[in-house]
C-alpha cells in the first residue's frame, strides 16, 4: 500500500479543516497556563504560558534522543509533511497524562493518520527522563490510538536541558521547574509546524475533567 502524503501546497485547507473538526476536544484560545493546581508559588506559576509565535522556526539542528536511544536531530522528522508537537514530562500523572489522553481521543477522531499524512512530536521537558521511559509511553499510546503506521510516525523524544529550552523558546513555551515540590509547572498545548519547521498554528486548553491540573508532579 502505498503511503498518502497531503501536498502542503494543495492540501493545506483541507488539514486545517479536519483539525478544526475536533474542536470539542482542542478548542483553539488565547495562550496561558490552566488554572492552579496544588500550593505552586505564584512567582513561577507566572513563569508558565504557551504564547503564540506564529511563523517561528524552531531549532531543526537541536538534539534529541529517542526512543530507541538514538541520537537525532530535528529536522529528520521534516520531510514535506506538517509536523505537531507537545512538550510533556513522562512521568507527570496529572497535567500530561490528561493531555496525552485527549490528544490522543483527537487524533482518533481526523480522517488523516499520524505517519501518513503528518508527523507526530512528542518531547520530554524533564532532562531526567530517559529513552527507556520514552519508549514506554510510546508503546502505550500507539497502541491506544490503534493506527497502522503510526509507530513510523509518532516520535517519542527526550533530551538536556540546554536543547529541550531551545525547542521551548523557538515555540513560546515557557516552563518552571518548583525544588521545593519537585514538580514542573508548564502549559498544555500543542502547535502545529510546516513541513519546514514554523510554527502554523497553535491549540490551547485541552479539556480535563473538573478539577484538572495545572502542574506535573511525581
Known amino acids: 500500500m502505498k503511503t498518502r502524503r497531503l501536498d502542503w501546497g494543495a492540501g493545506r485547507?483541507?488539514?486545517?479543516?479536519?483539525?478544526?473538526?475536533?474542536?470539542?476536544?482542542?478548542?483553539?484560545?488565547?495562550g496561558s497556563i490552566s488554572p492552579a493546581?496544588?500550593?505552586?508559588?505564584?512567582?513561577?506559576?507566572?513563569?508558565?504560558s504557551l504564547t503564540q509565535k506564529m511563523n517561528a522556526?524552531?531549532?531543526?539542528?537541536?538534539?534529541?534522543?529517542?526512543?530507541?536511544?538514538?541520537?537525532v536531530r530535528l529536522r529528520q522528522y521534516f520531510h514535506g509533511k506538517p509536523v505537531m508537537i507537545n512538550l510533556i514530562q513522562y512521568r507527570c500523572t496529572m497535567l500530561c497524562s490528561?493531555?496525552?489522553?485527549a490528544l490522543a481521543e483527537s487524533?482518533?477522531?481526523l480522517k488523516f493518520s499520524?505517519?501518513?499524512?503528518f508527523e507526530l512530536i512528542t518531547v520530554s521537558i524533564d532532562a531526567r527522563e530517559r529513552p527507556d521511559l520514552a519508549a514506554e509511553y510510546k508503546q502505550s499510546y500507539v497502541r491506544q490510538y490503534g493506527r497502522?503506521?503510526?509507530?513510523?510516525?509518532?516520535?517519542?523524544?527526550?533530551?538536556?536541558?540546554?536543547?529541550?529550552?531551545?525547542?521551548?523558546?523557538?515555540?513560546?513555551?515557557?516552563?518552571a521547574y518548583d525544588a521545593?515540590?519537585?514538580?514542573?509547572?508548564?502549559?498544555?498545548?500543542?502547535?502545529?509546524?510546516?513541513p519546514e519547521g514554523r510554527v502554523a498554528r497553535y491549540f490551547f486548553h485541552l479539556v480535563y475533567p473538573p478539577r484538572g491540573p495545572a502542574f506535573c508532579a511525581h
Do not use: C
Open 180 to 194: 521545593k515540590t519537585d514538580q514542573f509547572i508548564h502549559p498544555d498545548g500543542v502547535i502545529v509546524l510546516t
Open 13 to 30: 485547507r483541507t488539514f486545517w479543516s479536519a483539525l478544526g473538526l475536533t474542536s470539542l476536544l482542542l478548542s483553539f484560545a488565547g
Open 37 to 48: 493546581f496544588g500550593q505552586a508559588p505564584d512567582d513561577l506559576v507566572k513563569k508558565a
Open 107 to 109: 487524533l482518533r477522531e
Open 114 to 117: 499520524v505517519g501518513d499524512q
Open 57 to 71: 522556526q524552531i531549532p531543526l539542528d537541536a538534539r534529541f534522543r529517542d526512543e530507541t536511544g538514538k541520537e
Open 98 to 101: 490528561e493531555e496525552m489522553k
Open 148 to 175: 497502522p503506521g503510526a509507530a513510523a510516525g509518532w516520535h517519542f523524544l527526550t533530551g538536556d536541558d540546554a536543547n529541550i529550552r531551545r525547542l521551548a523558546d523557538s515555540i513560546g513555551y515557557r516552563f
